[in-house]
């Protein structure tokens, strides 16, 4: 596999659910299969053992398949050659002969991806000889029916989705989140029990379904949808399907994709991701998580722009607290801006587990000045700083602030 091929697995450009009949349909003709939506997005490609170490060996690919495969989808000057072969009305195997001055060094066959008559996708492969013969075609022609099946099962779940997943996301414990669960999995049907984790962009600038991204252009994403953040901003909440618990990085993926977009509109904008689960029973607290991560990434730089809720470390219980709580009256006088500094070394000292050389140290004082600023701390709040209980509290009500 080229390294290339590897980036753009790695970071959720193929889609698992598809992986599997490309990859059976390069096995049937013995070559490199690429899957593209009708609008010449990448879905998928298939490597192969004939020939060389993989279906991506640069002698057998032309600057269209690899322009296809690095970035997603072809140009309309490509899509418009191709299509004037007939390739959107066609029910069987199209052949497509070489055309340099377009960029076509090599001939293609396209298997035309129908379902109910209508083209949804095509799937492509370099043609040579002598080439598969009648009958390899027709078995790939049968793979291809079932990819049709479930490009079609996904564009009508992904009209759907949104309603159910903001449901589920903002229903009340107990039977209305029941029901709201259930819903959700008729509608995702066997994608359900998929492992998947919940991707959280905080603001969303907008709650307008005409500037909400649909799934299908998310990368990997089952659904998404819009939730409340506050009493006047939205945050968008995104389902992203994983291939393991361990690795996040589709996620990751759709949610850096997402906080970008969130940040050129509005210009500030981070993003949380939950751990992974298996089905929908978990969802309330996978949201949970993901937008306390993001709550997270927006207080602390060192979380931005991307948060994994594993990452965040107090904020897993900070994010949990009721926004009065970072209003407790020690913090009063203290989160001041006339205090600004001694609130900064308060955290500071506290982050270092109050060992004052490292603490002047980070604040570039002398200690002596340390010194004289922390007694200031304990006159303004009225605690103890040799206190252990004491320092927890402050260090709570600190970082609490920061949400």
């Known amino acids: ?5 590897d980036t ?6 193929v889609k698992g659910d598809y992986q599997e009949p490309v990859d059976e349909i390069s096995a049937l003709l013995g070559a490199p299969a690429t899957l593209e939506n009708r609008d010449f997005e990448l879905i998928a490609f298939g490597a192969h053992d004939g020939g060389g170490d993989s279906g991506f060996d640069a002698a057998v690919l032309d600057p269209v398949r690899t322009r296809s495969i690095l970035t997603r989808r072809s140009t309309a000057e490509v899509r418009a050659w191709f299509e004037s072969f007939g390739i959107t009305r066609a029910t069987g195997p199209v052949r497509i002969p070489p055309t340099p001055e377009a960029g076509v060094l090599r001939g293609r066959i396209c298997l035309p991806v129908r379902h109910r008559g209508f083209a949804l996708g095509y799937v492509w492969l370099l043609d040579d000889e002598p080439g598969p013969s009648d009958r390899q075609l027709a078995a790939a022609m049968e793979v291809a029916g079932r990819i049709g099946a479930l490009l079609a099962d996904e564009a009508q779940a992904g009209a759907d989705l949104t309603r159910e997943f ?10 209305q989140r029941d029901m709201a669960v259930a819903a959700l999995r008729t509608a995702l049907g066997s994608r359900a029990e998929n492992l998947h984790a919940v991707v959280c962009v905080a603001p969303w600038p907008t ?3 005409e500037e909400i991204p649909a799934a299908r252009t998310v990368p990997g994403a089952a659904a998404v949808c819009t939730v409340p953040w506050g009493t006047t901003r939205q945050s968008l909440a995104a389902l992203v399907r994983l291939r393991s618990a361990d690795a996040l990085s589709p996620a990751h993926t759709a949610a850096s994709r997402l906080a970008e977009a969130a940040r050129g509109t509005s210009g ?3 993003a949380g991701i939950a751990g992974a689960r298996h ?12 937008s306390g991560a993001a709550r997270a990434a927006l207080a602390e730089q060192r979380f931005a722009p991307v948060a994994h809720w594993s990452d965040v470390g107090p904020y897993r219980l900070l994010t949990a607290l009721p926004p009065e709580a970072a209003h407790d009256p020690v913090g009063g006088q203290l989160l001041s801006p006339a205090h600004r500094e001694l609130a900064r070394t308060a955290e500071v000292f506290l982050d270092c587990a109050g060992q004052a050389g490292r603490t002047a140290a980070e604040l570039r004082i002398h200690r002596q000045t340390l010194y004289y600023r922390l007694s200031r701390v304990e006159q303004l709040t009225g605690l103890d700083l040799d206190d252990g209980e004491d320092r927890l509290l402050l260090h709570m009500v600190l970082k609490s602030s920061r949400l």
């Open 166 to 175: 903001r449901a589920v996301l903002t229903a009340e414990r107990g039977w």
């Open 207 to 209: 709650a307008d379904p």
């Open 279 to 290: 089905g929908l029973e978990d969802l309330g607290a996978a949201w949970w998580e993901a």
């Open 1 to 5: 596999m080229s390294e290339e091929a």
């Open 268 to 270: 500030s904008a981070a």
């Open 8 to 13: 753009l697995r790695e970071n959720g450009g």
